[in-house]
Nanobody
Framework: VQLQAYGGGLVQAGGYLRLSCAAS????????MGWYRQDPGKQRDLVAA???????NYADSVKGRFTISRDNANNTVYLQMNSLKPEDTAVYYC????????????WGQGTQVTVSS
């Protein structure tokens, strides 16, 4: 699975951005798609995830501000980020997980999100 992430940028605190992740395969065949973020020198943390059945999960720090959604027709997953805070600044990565005989995880390239105060 190849993932193409885009939509990052520079925004002021309180603003919004929408990240997109386009998959090379039918996303209905992907068990879980999600967004992670990483600061330099820190671990990559889950931001939001959505299953093929539509169940979502969010990090506590983004609940009520971020929304993950999917467009099955276009094999794309979105992350709508509202009320952005400086602490949301990070490189955001798209992820796909497929459960077969084992768990296979795929990563897209990162996209930088910078929130200025």
């Amino acid at each position: 699975v190849q993932l193409q992430a885009y939509g990052g940028g520079l925004v002021q605190a309180g603003g919004y951005l929408r990240l997109s992740c386009a998959a090379s395969e039918n996303i209905l065949s992907i068990n879980v798609m999600g967004w992670y973020r990483q600061d330099p020198g820190k671990q990559r943390d889950l931001v939001a995830a959505i299953t093929s059945g539509g169940t979502t999960n969010y990090a506590d720090s983004v609940k009520g501000r971020f929304t993950i959604s999917r467009d099955n027709a276009n094999n794309t997953v979105y992350l709508q980020m509202n009320s952005l805070k400086p602490e949301d600044t990070a490189v955001y990565y798209c992820s796909a997980v497929i459960f077969a005989t084992r768990l296979n995880r795929y990563w897209g390239q990162g996209t930088q999100v910078t929130v200025s105060s």
